[in-house]
Every structure is written in C-alpha cells, then in structure tokens.
Antibody, heavy 117, light 110 residues
Framework: QVHLVQSGAEVKKPGASVKVSCKAS????????IHWVRQAPGQRLEWMGWINAANGDTKYSQKFQARVTFTRDTSASTAYMDLSSLRTEDTSVYYC??????????WGKGTTVTVSS | QSVLTQPPSVSGAPGQRVTISCTGSSSDIGAGYDVHWYQHLPGTAPKLLIF???NRPSGVPDRFSGSKSGTSASLAITGLQAEDEADYYC??????????FGEGTKLTVL
C-alpha cells in the first residue's frame, strides 16, 4: 500500500528555517513527482511547488520561490521541503502529495509548523 | 492571483443530494485543464475524490460524481451520509500560477 509519512510537528522562531521530510513507501519513489501544499489556519490549500523525484528538477510557486527549496534522497525514498526566513504567517500544516497524471493521488497526513516568538 | 471560487458552505439532510460548484477562468478551467476534487477532514490527509473532471478512484462510492463545463466544474453528492461531513476542495492548473486550489467548501450534514 502506498504511504507518505511526514516528520513531526515543529515550533520555530521568526527568521529561522524549517525542514520537513516526506518518506514514501509502497511504490517506486523515482516514478512519481512529489508536490508540497500547505494550509494555514482557516485558509484554503495552497500549492507551494513540486520536485521530480527521478532527476531532482523543481518548480516553485512564485509566492515561495525565494524562500523554499525541495530536495530528495532517492536511497531513502524521501523528499524534503526547506522553508527559510520564517514569518508568523507561515504557521500552517504542510503536506506532501504524490503526483500522478495531473492530480495528487496520495497525501501525507501533514506536518504542523508553528512560527512564534 | 487565480483562485477557484467555491461556496463557503453547503448543507443537506441525510439521504439528500448536494452540489458544490467550482468557478474558474479562461486561464485555468476554461483553458481546458482538468478539475480534481479532494475531501479533507481537518487533521487528516486530504483524499482524492474525483480526478480528470468525472473519474472516481477505486474505493470512492458512486454517490460522488463530477462534471465540468466551460470555466466551471461541480461535485455532486447523492444519498448524503453523516460521514460525508468534511471540507471539499477543487483543484486545477493555471497557465501562469501552476496548480491552484479552490477556496474550499464545508459540507454540513444536518
């Protein structure tokens, strides 16, 4: 069965960075891209970008382009999302999702990131 | 910023039918990009409900159906059940912005 298991909750101070991991199992990791999506409290889902798990190519939403980096470790079947210069408004649940044929078919359970001084 | 427009909330009694609309523009849905729907319970992983406008993944009951026309799409749920109470999001693609989600609709089963 396909699973995406994300790392645990984080609490960060403004200006810090956070790195969230997303470990895939049940399928060939390099055969699918991974998208990252976040949801701030009371807000809609917001697309952040994606990484091609096979070759590491990335595409970022314009909103996050300057502060986010996606990487992956194929030997560990794990994708990572690194968000820097954190602000209080970055407080959100961050999700990874497997991308298949133009849609996201399997999602992780989310990682809560709280930014507070 | 392209945002797919959804009603903030819909409601219905058990057994009834409800529909959730998703209105886009000529740069997303109207440009021919597919619409997908997700069911989301806070604190859990979003679940793919409809892909490619009208298709249901295996395991999704046929009470859920999708449609698309012009710059809009709709999700219909028939035979409402208490377990359907959740947030529902549409998603498509915008030529300039990439993947975009709707504002989300909270379904309440009365």
């Amino acid at each position: 069965q396909v699973h995406l298991v994300q790392s645990g909750a984080e609490v960060k101070k403004p200006g810090a960075s956070v790195k969230v991991s997303c470990k895939a199992s049940g399928y060939t990791f390099t055969s699918y891209a991974i998208h990252w999506v976040r949801q701030a409290p009371g807000q809609r889902l917001e697309w952040m970008g994606w990484i091609n798990a096979a070759n590491g190519d990335t595409k970022y939403s314009q909103k996050f382009q300057a502060r986010v980096t996606f990487t992956r470790d194929t030997s560990a079947s794990t994708a990572y999302m690194d968000l820097s210069s954190l602000r209080t408004e970055d407080t959100s649940v961050y999700y990874c999702a497997r991308y298949f044929d133009h849609y996201m078919d399997v999602w992780g359970k989310g990682t809560t990131v709280t930014v507070s001084s | 910023q392209s945002v797919l427009t959804q009603p903030p909330s819909v409601s219905g009694a058990p057994g009834q039918r409800v529909t959730i609309s998703c209105t886009g523009s000529s740069s997303d849905i109207g440009a021919g990009y597919d619409v997908h729907w997700y069911q989301h319970l806070p604190g859990t992983a979003p679940k793919l409900l409809i892909f490619g406008n009208i298709n249901r993944p295996s395991g999704v009951p046929d009470r859920f159906s999708g449609s698309k026309s012009g710059t809009s799409a709709s999700l219909a749920i028939t035979g409402l059940q208490a377990e359907d109470e959740a947030d529902y999001y549409c998603q498509s693609y915008d030529r300039s912005l990439g993947w975009v989600f709707g504002e989300g609709t909270k379904l309440t089963v009365l």
